[in-house]
């Protein structure tokens, strides 16, 4: 069992390097013995933490940890745990047990089913009976979405895709007219969307990653992703824009952290170099949210709408635009509202019934 003591790093750094392992064809050598000695490794640095709490040296451990370790990092870590601590030791377990699922080497390994099973039955004979389960519900979740098969995914995309079309549409009032445009459930069921938005959480982690290692990196990580937005790729700069409102989509907040705030910063640059292009690589209901997020996207992404939308987009995209405008919110609806009286009375007539 590792000591509370300077040396215990040692054998933290060599947990680390056994998750990272789990990433790599070195997974390939294990077998069923590798694995649990893994695990065993996994619940001791869980007990580590256990310990470090209960002394209440967790800040000691925490300081140790940065100082010999800054560049340690974990597969499975999210942005919320970027820096190697007691809270992820905690958890060393899930992480070890997510890392292994998602490993892309899993799929060619001999003992692939004996694993997976092997991984997850050992949350239900650890630790409270409940959480386990909880999680062991979480891992096979995990297990499946890595490692279905190419037709499965084409199956459940098509799924999606006629779910997204059988979404009714919605009224929405435009002045003292209407418009009907799909709803925002339909847009989050299309398949695109859904691949774009899976590619951010992978990004944002690895944003965490470069962070963890050191200032450089992560500039160098924003730097990569600023030169591909600027390449003038519709789903790049979709998939930023996911970046950005991720965690702004179970809540009411507009509150975002310092990565959003960061790749936000990076798409007002990009709309600033080309203007003309905007926003428009944004699904409707992704640029009002950014609208709502940065003035300086809002100010240039209504007035290019009102002034060219009619003429470069489709009228459908240009009626979910200025609807989704209008339902983010007052504000919003009070702006694109004051743009769209400018207009000729025949095209507000036609595109939303103002008579």
């Known amino acids: 069992m590792p000591d509370m003591t300077v040396g215990m790093t040692a054998q933290v750094a060599t947990f680390v390097r056994i998750l990272n392992a789990t990433q790599t064809s070195e997974l390939l050598e294990w077998n069923l013995e590798s694995l649990e000695r893994a695990l065993m490794w996994a619940r001791a640095m869980e007990t580590l ?179 591909h937005l600027q390449q003038g790729d519709a789903d790049v700069q979709e998939t930023l824009a996911w970046m950005v409102v991720l965690d702004l989509n179970e809540s009411t907040s507009l509150a975002i952290d310092s990565l959003a705030h960061k790749i936000l910063a990076l798409l007002e640059a990009q709309v600033t170099t080309h203007p003309q292009e905007g926003l428009y690589g944004v699904s409707a209901w992704l640029a009002a949210k950014l609208c709502a997020l940065s003035a300086s996207l809002q100010q240039q992404y209504v007035s290019t709408l009102v002034s060219t939308g009619l003429l470069r987009l489709d009228p459908e995209d240009f009626q979910t635009r200025i609807g989704a405008l209008v339902l983010e919110s007052h504000e919003l609806q009070a702006i694109i509202s004051h743009e769209l009286r400018k207009l000729e009375p025949p095209v507000l007539k036609e595109h939303f019934h103002v008579i």
């Open 49 to 227: 933490a256990s310990q470090s709490k209960a002394s209440q040296s967790g800040d000691r451990v925490n300081e140790l940890l940065t100082e010999q370790l800054p560049k340690a990092t974990v597969p499975s870590m999210e942005a919320s745990d970027a820096v190697l601590s007691v809270q992820v030791l905690e958890q060393a377990t899930t992480h070890l047990c997510h890392s292994i699922l998602t490993s892309p080497w899993l799929g060619a390994h001999s003992a692939r089913s004996e694993f997976a099973s092997h991984v997850i039955k050992h949350r239900l004979q650890h630790g409270d009976l409940v959480k386990c389960r909880r999680a062991s519900r979480s891992l096979s979740a995990t297990f499946t979405r890595q490692h279905q098969t190419e037709q499965r995914v084409e199956a459940l995309s098509q799924i999606a895709e006629r779910m997204s079309r059988g979404c009714k549409r919605v009224r929405v009032n435009v002045l003292s007219g209407w418009l009907e445009i799909p709803t925002r459930g339909s847009f989050l069921l299309v398949p695109r969307t859904l691949q774009l938005r899976a590619l951010a959480k992978s990004l944002r982690a690895n944003a965490a990653a470069a962070r963890a290692q050191g200032p450089n990196h992560y500039e160098d990580f924003l730097q990569t992703l600023y030169e």
